[in-house]
Every structure is written in C-alpha cells, then in structure tokens.
C-alpha cells in the first residue's frame, strides 16, 4: 500500500437537503417561496434552493400538527391540529396565540391588514382582529369544507365556498349575507380578481371556468377546459407569451389541473390564447391532479408551478422556459452518484420512476424520464463521467447522456426478467455490467454514438446467485467483476463471466462490494455487522471489521485503499483505518437506514441519502481540525508562558486571571494560597470582582472542589466568602449552580465545628496556664 497517502480524520456536514414542502399550502413573497410541512413552515431562497429559515416545531412523535397558514412576507399565521392559531414574526418567534374556535380543523387562511379570515370544516368562516386576537365575525351558509376564502381587495367583502360550489359573500361591516354566485356544479377550487376589482374569476372540478361580475349574480362568460382544473392564478396587466401579447382590457388568467399542462385564457373573449408544449408535469393518473397550485412572483415575471408530487417548477413567463426546479419531497433516497466534469451534477434515484439530477452549485433540478417504474441503482462511468447507467424495476437499464445541463437517455436495454439492483461501468474498456432480482449477470456494450432510441447489446449472460444480487463492482484494470447476494456469498467473475471463486464468509445477506483500487483486494459489507476484506488471489478472509450495530448497506475504499467508509442501517456513517481495523470516526447525521452514498473523485467530500428522504453533504475537514488544533496549542503554549512569566515576576492577582481562563484548578489554588500568604486578601477581593461572571462561575466550582479537604479549607472558606457577598450584592449572578452551593454546605459545617473545638481547646490550654502562674510564683 502507499503510505505517503493523507488519512482522513473527520467529516463535517456542509449541507442538508430534506423535505421543505410535504404537501398543503404553499405561497410566494418577494425572493422566498413558504411552505409547509407536518408540523413547521420553511422558507425556501429562490436564487440558491436552500432553506434558511424553519418556522414552528421540529417533526416528531409529538409534535403540533400544521394545518395550514398564510402569510404577508413579514408576519406568519399557522393553524395546529392542537386547536390554535398561531402569530410568528419574521425571525420566527411566536407572538401569540389562541383558540381558533371552529369545530372541526381550519381549511383555508387569509390575510388583509390586520384582519385574518379562516375558513373551517365546520362550513363557516370566522374574521379576528389581529391586534387582540378576538372573533368578530361568524359568518354560515356554506356547505361542507369551506376551502375558499377571499377578501375583495377593495370593497369591505369577503368571499367563501364550500363543498356544494356555491360562492357566497358577507359585508365586513356587519357580517350581513350579500350576493350568492350559483353557477358551479361541483366543488370551487380557485377565486381570484381581475386587475380592475370589478371582475373576478373562478375555477371548480367541473372542469370549467366562470367570470363574474361584481355584485352580479348572473355569470358573464363560462369557459369549458375539458380538464378538472386545481387552480388559476391571475395575471399583470401587461404581460408578453411566446406570439401573443397582453390588451390591458381583457382579463387573464392561467389554469393548471390534472393533464400537468398550464393553458392561459382571455377570459373577457373566452379563448385559450397559450398552452405549454413540453410540460415538466407528469399528467396524473386515475382522475388525480398534476398541478395543485401557481404562483406568480418575481415583480410577475415567473410563474411557479406547484406538482402533486411536491415539485416546484419556475417558468420565465415571457418565453416560459424552465428557469429552475426544487424537489420539495423526495421519499426514500434508493442510490447517488456524480455526474459530469468535476462532478457537476448529482443524480439520485427515490422512490419514484424520474431520476433527479441536482446541480451541485445551487441543487437546481431535472427529473429524468426514461423508466416506467422506480429506479433502484445509478453508476457513472470513470472513463467519461458524462455517462451514466440506470437500473429500476421495470427490469430495464437506461444509458444516459449529459450534454451541458441537459441529459438525456440515449439506449435502453431490455434483457433481465427481474428488478435490476445494480449497474456499473467497466474502468478502461467500453463493457457495463448489471444484476438482478432474477439472479442473472450480464455484460452489456457500450454503443460508440449513442442516440435516443438506442438498443444495448447484451453481450454475455451467467447466473450467478441462488438469490437476489444486490450489487455488482468491476476491478481497476477491468479483469475480474464481483456480485454480492442474498445467499450470503460474494463471487468473482473473470471479464467473460468465467468463474473464479466465491467468498463464504458472512452469516447473512452480502450488501456491497468494492474493489481496492491498488491492492488485489476487495470488501464486502453484509447484514451481519459485518465488514470483510478479501484476497483476490487465494479467496481467503484478511481482516473483519466491526463497530456497526445493525445491517453494513454500503462500503467504499478511500485514501489509496488505506480507509474504508461505511454507511449502516442505524444511521451512521463510519470511517476505519484498513491498518489498526479500528474504527477512527463516527459520523452522526440521518434518522434512517442509509441506502445510498457516493464520494466525490478527488475524495474531497461524500453524499448519503436515506429512508429519512434527507440529502447530506459531507466534506472532508482532517485538514482543517489539524491547522484548528495547532492553533489551539500554539495559543495555549503562549498562555502557559504568560502565566508563567506572571507567577516569575509575582503577579497573582492577574496570574489568578490567567490560570481561571486556562482552567487550571491546582494552579489557580498555589496562586489563591500565594495570595493568602503576602496578605492580599483585599487584593484577591478586587480581583475577584473584575471577574467575568463565567470566571466568578468556574472559581466557584475550584473553591467547592477545594472545600473537601480541610489542608485547603482556608482558601476555600475566603473565596466562598467573596463570591457569597458578591451574589447577594447582585454582581454575581450563577447559572445552575445552586447545587454546587449546596454541596459545599456540609463541609463548611464540618471545617466550622473542627475550629470551634480547636478554638475551645486552645482557651482551656490558656486557662490552664492562668491557673498555674500563681503555683510557679511561690516555688
């Protein structure tokens, strides 16, 4: 093995990428999209796709429910499973709450100044006073879940609809019944005004879309879409589309619903005027809804487009290309590796048939769509990082390209007959390799110019397990390829599927295995614990390493083969030294099983996933936490020198100073005694009063440690006797100390009741004394 090879120490988070949006409400306010989730509200950045603010209460067991919320940019207003509303500010403190008094939960929330209209499942809507938090409204009439809640953006009137699809309105005023708009026959899912205020628009799952006409009950035009329509979303006055601009006196809006496509209509003229061509959108399957909201933002020059699947997809309105796309929910994250030149990109493979491919400078997204059902593994090829391979269960593999930003599946490969689990590239020649659920290994050509539609040439063919094959690993110089199973082997196979040998060893299922990339060696890691390293020459057990408690999913050579790096299903992240076999860091971050993890080529930094649906970034900070720990010694060697330089030239009180910050008990005990013994007790007074109060808090603790032993009861005694008047004159103010205080307690009573008894044997020896004198005069 190289030995001039720099070992890795520790690893550090540098980015987590969880769920930021499960579902439910979602809005839009200058550059941050709010969303929800199970119990808190995230503030996503538009420019970096980075949270950088979470509102409410860690998800948990017990955690208060989120049923949904809204906001003005700068106050936050939640609705808790718990029966109350709950008033946040802009850093995400709370500020109040109360009862929201409906029977049943809160459907729809909406905010106008300093009035908040909620709509509940009771079919009612409520107004409150924000400033006292009071109901001064109660409005009924509607039917069902009221999950339309509008105020006119002029006029005092609020709007509302239930289950049966009428619209009603009530005057703020007095909460009195106005106009009813009866023109749905089913359930309304959108209102929004026309710039002029005199109009407005709704949308309902009967597929159609009605303008109104304020405190008109008759409606003006009634639009068919021929699709159940989510939402509409008002827009500008003026405004331009691929061929079409805006007539300030129409009215437009754009409608999102289950085919996945937004259409933009003139409402005033009844006529689709835009329908997107490429939609990022799956269109939804058995009557469900592809898109679920649209929010325009950006000074209304992008139109985010909200997905059933959690997705977030911003559009340029003007020419309606894709600007940028966040995955708000991921699922359970099954495989990562990285793609392109410097490791660009990050694909990663959930619990869904799209692979995702992030940007790694601002986790921009493209979903890949080329398998029919979940995608299980990835593999990037070494010889050029712009290709990568795909296996999911629909029994296919995918080959696919990057060009630029953009990648797309250019061969297809139809041979398995089961789940394919794993897939990899050859390291020098132009061969793939893939394994199945249906116990087959087989050796695929990699085409020379491949192009969409490309069929991949199975070349060889060999059963090679009695059970499921969970991964497949080819050696640096691409002559030996190993499988790990199920039935508790490992295998080795020459580069024409000839046999070599198996690797019995483990008690249960093998889950990885890697090649050294210097050594003829290999490591598997299985559901036993366990970690093997393996001979390629003889097939004989080198070393085991143990140190996990559950099920090894993943494990990788690192340093030149001198490390490995494992990930559990406990969660942790392990680092071992192939040397000593011992484990030399653990790694603490994921809530779940660990299925995935993929490190950079230069080693620089690792990325895991798991059941937890959380994307981590790890980097490599051994070099830091050496320089870190040099410059702690080199300070601290300075301080000693100080200290010394201070206790030389007999400086106590402000080698007292010194020696508390340094946390050098004994030391700050010879000076407190060096103190006593020059007569400085005023002194040590003053210095004890130009203490911080942690240094006032640290003295106590050494005078407490001190008081145990009554050769050191003296100092002790002094300095509990400073600090004791400087607490009671309020300079002195502890933190959780009550009980060192108490501790010194019984033996300040002992130390108390040993003087008084020396103090009476010292007058019974005068009186002694006395008596005698007269007795030694006479004689």
Known sequence: MTTNVKLKEAFEVESKHGAFYTGGNIEWHQDTIYCQTPSAVTLLKIQDGVVCQTIGEENGEDCDTVQTFTTDGERIISSHKSGLLKLWNGQGQLVKMWKYIHKGPIAKLTLKDNLLASGGSDGSVRIWDLDHQTCTLHLKGCQGVVNIVEFHPIESVIFGSGDDGRILSWGLSKGEALIGYNAHFSKVTSLVFANDAKHFVTSGRDKVIILWKFNQIKALRTIPLYEAVEVIVKLPEKFKLPDFKSDPDCVYVASGGENGLVRVWDVTNSKEIYKQQNSLVSKAQDGGLAITKLLLGDEDKTLAVITADHNIILHILKSFVCLKQFIGFSDEILDICFVGKSDSHLAVATNSCDIKLYDNSDMNCQLLKGHSDIVLTLATSRANPNLMLSGGKDNKICLWSLDGAIMSCVGTGLRHTGSVGSVTFSNINDFMVSVSQDTCLKVWEVPKKPTSGTILNCTKTEIAHQKDINCVSVSPNDKIIATASQD??????????????????????????????????????????????????????????????????????????????SAGADGLLKLFSVKSSECVGTFEQHEGRIWAMAVRKDESGVVTGGSDSLLIKWKDVTEERKLQRLKEEEEEALQQQKLANYLQNDELLKALKLALKLDRPLQVLKIVQGIIRKGETTGLADAVKGLKNEQKEALLKCATTWNTNSRNCQSAQLVLNILLGELQSGDFKPVGLGGTVEGALPYTERHFKRLTQLLQDLHFVTYTINCMQPHIKNM
Request: proline fraction near 1%; include cysteine; aromatic fraction near 8%.
């Open 488 to 565: 508790k082997t490992a295998k080795l196979w020459t580069d024409s599927l000839t046999f070599v040998g198996t690797l019995k060893g483990h008690k249960r299922g093998v889950w990885s295995v890697k090649f050294s990339p210097v050594d003829q060696v290999v490591v598997t890691s299985s559901a036993d614990c366990m970690i093997k390293l393996w001979s390629v020459a003889d097939l004989n057990c080198l070393k085991t390493l143990e140190g996990h408690d559950s099920s090894v999913l993943k494990a990788e050579f690192l340093s030149n083969g001198m490390q490995i790096l």
